[in-house]
């Protein structure tokens, strides 16, 4: 019977720590070196290191030293080896190091939409401060590629990366909801853009653009459903998680039949998803509830005339810089932006003696006749104000991590406001509008903004839909009597005392019969009381059960649980 053939390598040698000065040979990555001619034995024996010193180095002045100095030369040689092993490691680091940079350019000129030619002149101008701060890193900053070519391939990794990662969070959805909207850029190319909010088993939120999908040719409701589809199969997001879909409540993405709502439907019988219209959007759409159409296009004339023509524009210019003011130019109308026209207002009145001074310069009254007319003035005083409340209002209500408590407390606010408005106009009281010019009679600024905060907020009737009515309904009441407020409440203080009826809506997160609010709310609530007229209060229910209720700073683990509920 043959033997098994004995394996000298597999055998447990350890390294003799004597060797070293013995021998002149350390260990390097599980193997024997030798520390005079750098190569390596098989195998961790005396016989094969002592046969490589005898054969390989006896006629070298190493043999025939003392043992105190064979130590000192061993030592000498490890500092030799050690530092060749660092020359290479350092070269690795700073190679890795440039590499990770690069991925940092690259991030930085995508998320900035700059031009991938732009990591060539950053590189330049990194080799120039670095010529000043630190000449002798020179060669570290020159081993950064940032070519064109390169930043293409970083951002494509970056993509990549991050598809991924999002993908993986889609996967753990319990629940997801996606808002949608369609528009053209600056090249005419109509993109779809889906952003998308889920939630996990343990109440982890995601919220992320999930895609962008370009529109070449038409864009009708068959066009978006299409490329819809598509997004959401690349990102792999299953249709049964979806709750709900919200979109710019365009006709083609509400239409029932041959639209997106209506495909959608007919594709995916029996789903139980809720379609809703932004919020943002309606709140913009309000302010065609505004008879403010003669001042706005006055407005938007006078900016016009200023910015149209090349000299105009240019004298203008030089002239604010002349004066010191503290703005150096109007500011166009767009019509597709939320803010617009309550920047644009708000720009045109803080320029108003300046716009005056300059076109009587020009000896052009004309153009501005309109800010030397009291009645068009005060109107147009009026809506800066206005709309400067509700450019607040949409600020607030945008942003990430934006839940549905939150919106509604802000909408329920500013529904308050408007009231509180209505009824203080209706008294020539200017206390909420800065600009204190208004020179019409009482009646006049009632028979503008009385009779309008139904209407006004009629875009809005579609929030608390029967679907979410869980979530978001308020106990009776819930409008206040903010005509019984007297005017020194502040706005905040409505809001934070609104914020506290939204919460009450948790009710099955409670775990005792007690109101948890942190303690801002108590003092929003006792300053709105102590404003409240001697006639009347500002809701005697909610008043009477809150004062009755304890107040306290902390939530509890089981409201933040009832919460979630209607995160999505």
């Known amino acids: 019977m043959a033997t098994k053939k004995r394996k000298v390598d597999s055998e447990c040698h350890a390294f003799n720590d004597e060797w070293t000065w013995k021998y002149f040979f350390t260990v390097v990555k599980d193997k024997p070196v030798c520390l005079i001619c750098n190569e390596a034995v098989a195998v961790f024996k005396e016989y094969n290191i002592s046969r490589h010193f005898t054969s390989k180095h006896k006629n070298s002045n190493y043999e025939a030293i003392s043992e105190y100095e064979r130590k000192q030369n061993v030592e000498s040689l490890c500092k030799k080896l050690s530092g060749r092993q660092n020359f290479f490691k350092k070269v690795n680091t700073i190679q890795e190091a440039a590499t990770h940079a690069s991925y940092i350019v690259a991030y930085s000129i995508a998320k900035n939409n700059k031009a991938l030619s732009d990591g060539e002149f950053v590189k330049q101008c990194m080799l120039q401060v670095c010529d000043v701060l630190c000449p002798d890193k020179k060669n570290n900053f020159q081993t950064v590629s940032l070519s064109r070519k390169t930043v293409t391939s970083r951002i494509e990794a970056i993509d990549k990366n991050l598809t991924s990662q999002l993908e993986s969070k ?313 005509r019984r407020l007297k005017t020194g409440v502040n706005l905040d203080d409505l809001r934070l005392v609104e914020r506290a009826y939204v919460m009450r809506v948790l009710g099955s997160g409670w775990s005792h019969d007690r109101v948890v609010l942190p303690l801002e709310l108590e003092d929003s609530l006792v300053n709105c009381l102590r404003h409240s007229d001697e006639e009347g209060e500002y809701d005697a229910s909610f008043s009477i059960q809150m004062m009755g209720k304890v107040l306290s700073p902390h939530i509890s683990s089981e409201v933040e649980a009832g919460r979630r509920k209607g995160l999505i």
């Open 170 to 482: 889609i996967g753990q959805f319990k629940f997801c909801s996606i808002a949608m909207d369609e528009s053209t850029d600056i090249n005419d190319t109509a993109q779809l853009v889906l952003f998308i909010r889920g939630v996990d088993e343990n109440f982890e939120i995601t919220e992320e653009l999930a895609c962008m999908r370009s529109l070449k040719g038409t864009t009708k409701g068959c066009d978006i459903f299409r490329e819809f589809q598509e997004g959401l199969l690349t990102l792999k997001v299953p249709i049964t998680n979806i709750c709900n879909i919200t979109t710019d409540g365009a006709p083609n993405m509400t239409g029932k039949k041959s639209e997106f709502l209506g495909l959608f439907n007919q594709n995916y019988p029996g789903n139980n998803v809720v379609f809703l219209h932004c919020v943002i959007h309606q709140d913009a759409l309000c302010k065609s509830a505004l008879n403010m159409k003669p001042v706005l296009d006055a407005v938007v004339k006078l900016v016009n005339t200023i910015r149209s023509r090349g000299l105009t524009h240019r004298q203008f210019r030089d002239f604010l810089q002349s004066v010191q003011s503290e703005n150096s130019d109007v500011l166009y109308y767009k019509k597709v932006r939320w803010l617009s026209a309550g920047c644009v207002f708000e720009r045109v009145w803080q320029l108003k003696d300046d716009i005056v001074s300059f076109f009587h310069e020009k000896q052009r009254s004309a153009e501005c006749e309109m800010l030397e007319d009291t009645e068009w003035l005060s109107d147009f005083a009026f809506f800066t104000d206005f709309l400067c409340h509700m450019n607040n209002l949409n600020v607030k209500m945008q942003g990430k991590n934006q839940f549905i408590d939150d919106i509604w407390a802000h909408l329920k606010a500013f529904k308050l406001k408007l009231n509180l408005f209505a009824a203080q106009l209706a008294k020539n009281d200017l206390s909420h509008f800065s600009r204190k010019i208004y020179l019409g009679p009482p009646n006049f600024l009632f028979s503008i903004f009385g009779p309008r905060p139904k209407k006004f907020a009629h875009p809005w009737h579609r929030v608390s839909v029967s679907t979410v009515r869980h979530v978001v309904e308020l106990p009776k009441g819930s409008s206040g009597n903010a």
